[in-house]
């Protein structure tokens, strides 16, 4: 069975961009920084604008949470973008 991990993400209305935060410490900006994602699966926080995002849910395959930890503690980046 492949590996898959659902995480929240968070999508700029002003630039498209949809983000989300692979671990607790991983906080990232979209581009045009109007939005903000931290927290990683341990609790969700947005800075930014109520009207300026949309929160949603995404699948991502081929990784689990571990690799998504992983993925940001190495700064490989490989799962950083959706």
Do not use: P
């Not at 700029?12 to 900006?29: E, L, N, P, T, V």
């Not at 947005?46 to 991502?60: H, L, M, P, R």
Request: proline fraction near 0%.
């Amino acid at each position: 069975m492949e590996k898959s991990v659902v995480v929240s993400t968070v999508k700029c209305k002003k630039c498209g961009d949809q983000i989300y935060s692979r671990a607790r410490h991983d906080f990232r900006w979209c581009a045009c920084k109007s939005v903000a994602v931290d927290g990683g699966r341990d609790y969700l926080k947005i800075s930014g604008e109520s009207g300026d995002f949309e929160v949603s849910e995404v699948t991502i395959a081929g990784a689990d949470q571990r690799d998504l930890f992983e993925d940001w503690n190495s700064g490989r980046n490989k799962y950083g973008e959706i």
